[in-house]
């Protein structure tokens, strides 16, 4: 297995130039405050600024970010981002999106941990850290309107992906001494693409025999989170649960704006606060500067400068002890003070160097070597083709009726064996009561004795275009290794 050393020892750090954009709405007052307090703490930074956001956007650039700002970028490597306002209306691309997937940004870590007594909440001892895949999953963004009623969306998951996401998650857990590790998915349902997410994960877990590993199925896993986040440590999953699940969990800490989130990929990397830019808040001094400073702080162990990022975690925790608060945590009961941005910063300088007394401190490990995984290419395995599904936009209401039109354009080595529609098989012995819509799936496979080949596939779709069948797509249904890698029809 191959590594990448990521971070570096903090004995011998030198000045390092990082990429800021300052963003939209509040972006620029939290990332004054942020940039303040870091240079107070001594961080070894030199910032090079770009513009991104709402105003290239609205230059006319649908990607809110233009080809000189990319070469900053790639050139420092990283990235510290305050959030941007993305137009209402069609057409604009999310910064956020590109950015992750052009940069190779494929792993997003958030840390979430409750601020009990001083931030509300009702889960005080909650520690959790959700690493979510940030590549790939139904963020490919490859969608299709195929039928008049129906549209697709491609969930792409590869096992590179996979493996990447998986062992950084151990490999985190390992270098922040974390007990657990505990996967996420729905592979009761979806078992080619949970499926392999849950069997890399298996297959990784046993690489670290001191770390506990455990997986649950999102939607009781996501319950259980919800009501009693205690009982986990790390949590990994694929790109769209860990979207929705890492919001869920910041904000049962106490609240969004207390969060940051690392976007971490071989090159380069992105540091920012969970929450959006605020636009309303813009302008007033009142913003909360801390999920900004909770990426920064992430940053700064990113680039081995581990004793910087305590000093500021540690002046923070005190700070938000003292009850010195902004007004999205503002509680009677437990603030002191309702300050604004920059004197919240101010409050955070004043702290450096000293320690919470209630709120446990934080010691960050200043000489870890954090190892980051490269993919290595599996040996292919014996792929085979065992049937073809064909797609076709037909309206009408008896799949027995399609049946018989579909079992026209078949050839003398293959049969039609199945019609579902919207995955439920409906043909043969349907359901009268499964509702059908006008898209609809027809599985052909050879039959018994016979083999399918590539060459049927073309012109079984010539004779449905002879015969006026509108076919959508196909889906080659393959065995790798003589096991068989396409699901089967609901109630099949
Ligand atoms: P938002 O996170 O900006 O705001 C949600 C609520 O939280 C608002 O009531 C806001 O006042 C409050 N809030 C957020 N951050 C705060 C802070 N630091 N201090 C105090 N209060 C805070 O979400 P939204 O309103 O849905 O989105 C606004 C814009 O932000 C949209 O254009 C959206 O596209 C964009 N957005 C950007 C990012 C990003 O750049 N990473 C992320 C999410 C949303």
Not at 300 to 314: P, R, T
Not at 408 to 429: D, F, H
Not at 440 to 449: D, E, L, T, V, Y
Request: a negative charge; aromatic letters at 8%.
């Amino acid at each position: 297995m191959y590594y990448f050393t990521q971070h570096c020892n903090t004995k011998s750090i030198r000045m390092k130039k990082i990429t800021i954009a300052k963003g939209d709405g509040i972006g620029p007052e939290i990332m004054d405050a942020t940039l303040k307090i870091i240079l107070a703490a001594g961080a070894k930074i030199e910032v090079e600024e770009i513009e991104v956001g709402e105003k290239v956007y609205l230059a006319g650039n649908t990607a809110g970010i233009s080809a000189e700002a990319w070469d900053v970028i790639r050139r420092n490597k990283v990235f510290l981002k305050a959030p941007i306002t993305t137009p209402q209306g069609g057409g604009y691309k999310s910064l956020n999106v590109t950015t992750r997937k052009f940069l190779g940004l494929y792993s997003n870590v958030r840390p979430c941990k409750s601020l009990h007594p001083f931030v509300s909440t009702k889960h005080p001892i909650m520690d959790i850290v959700i690493v979510r895949e940030n590549e790939e999953d139904l963020y490919a963004g490859i969608e299709h309107q195929q039928t008049d009623e129906v549209v697709q969306c491609l969930k792409l998951i590869s096992r590179p992906g996979c493996e990447k996401i998986i062992r950084y998650a151990f490999e985190y857990a390992k270098q922040h001494n974390r007990k657990k590790v505990t996967c996420f998915t729905k592979d009761n349902i979806m078992k080619q693409t949970d499926g392999l997410f849950h069997k890399v994960f298996d297959e990784i877990a046993v690489e670290y025999p001191e770390i506990e590993n455990e997986h649950w199925i999102i939607d009781i896993g996501a319950a259980k989170m919800a009501d009693t986040p205690e009982i986990f440590d790390v949590i990994v999953m694929p790109n769209l649960y860990g979207d929705i699940l890492s919001d869920v969990a910041a904000q049962i800490t106490g609240s969004v704006g207390l969060a940051g989130s690392a976007n971490i990929g071989e090159e380069c990397a992105m540091f920012e606060a969970i929450h959006g830019s605020a636009p309303r808040r813009a302008g007033q001094n009142l913003a909360n500067p801390s999920g900004l400073l909770q990426g920064a702080i992430l940053m700064l162990n990113h680039i081995g400068q581990s004793d910087i990022a305590e000093k500021v975690q540690n002046a923070w925790l005190k700070t938000i002890e003292e009850g010195i608060h902004t007004y999205d945590i503002f509680n009677e009961g437990t603030s002191k003070v309702k300050v604004g941005t920059k004197e919240f910063a101010e409050a955070v300088i004043n702290n450096l160097g000293k320690q919470p007394a209630i709120l446990q401190p934080v010691f960050f490990d200043h000489n870890s070597q954090f190892v980051l995984p490269k993919y290595v290419r599996k040996q292919p395995k014996e792929k085979s083709l065992a049937g073809v599904d064909v797609f076709v936009h037909w309206i009408g209401e008896s799949p027995d009726e399609l049946s018989e039109i579909i079992k026209g354009i078949t050839l003398p080595n293959i049969e039609l064996t199945m019609i579902t529609n919207r995955g439920i098989k409906v043909w043969p012995e349907g359901f009268r009561e499964t509702f059908c819509t006008d898209h609809w799936r027809c599985r052909f496979k050879p039959k018994a004795g016979n083999k399918i080949e590539k060459e049927n596939i073309p012109a079984l779709l010539a004779n449905a275009i002879a015969s006026g069948i509108d076919t959508i797509k196909t889906e080659n249904l393959y065995n790798f290794d003589g096991v068989a890698a396409y699901s089967l029809g609901q109630g099949q």
